[in-house]
């Protein structure tokens, strides 16, 4: 495996924990959270699953780094980048679903960079 390629992907993996906590904090989850027009349950299961999201993309970032310091796991990178592969293709169809250009949403160039990443350090010798 490419262990200099797996950093990029722990570094990917971060960029995308920070944009997603410090800028979709406050351009997403703030106004979000102020709408008043949402039932309760709805809103608050909502939030749930933006915090699923800062948890996961912190996380992801440790595996790679995990894989990248123990690079005789490579089962641990197929996992990691083929969910993450699943999210930007979730990331697509959400934004097709809703009418937005998939690239409005950084989830989408985000989660395949850093599947991007993975799958080409275990190709790439």
Same mark, same amino acid.
């Given at each position: 495996?490419? %262990?200099?390629? !797996?950093?990029? /992907?722990?570094?990917? #993996? ?14 997403? /989850?703030?106004?979000?959270?102020? @709408?008043? #027009? ?6 608050? &299961? ?25 690079? @005789?796991?490579? @089962? &641990?990178?197929?996992?990691?980048? %083929? =969910?993450?592969?699943? &999210?930007?293709? &979730?990331?697509?169809?959400?934004? !097709? ?11 989408? #160039? =985000?989660?395949?960079?850093?599947? =991007?990443?993975? %799958? !080409? ?5």
């Amino acid at each position: 495996m490419q %262990v200099t390629l !797996l950093w990029a /992907a722990t570094f990917t #993996s971060f960029v995308t924990f920070a944009i997603h906590t410090f800028v979709g904090g406050r351009r997403v /989850a703030k106004p979000f959270l102020k @709408d008043r #027009s949402l039932p309760l349950a709805s809103k608050w &299961l909502n939030y749930y699953c933006w915090h699923i999201t800062t948890v996961y993309t912190f996380s992801m970032g440790f595996a790679y780094a995990f894989v990248a310091l123990n690079p @005789d796991r490579p @089962d &641990l990178v197929v996992f990691l980048s %083929v =969910l993450n592969c699943a &999210l930007a293709i &979730l990331s697509v169809a959400v934004a !097709l679903k809703g009418n937005i250009n998939p690239f409005r949403f950084p989830s989408t #160039s =985000l989660f395949a960079s850093v599947s =991007l990443f993975g %799958v !080409l350090s275990l190709f790439v010798s």
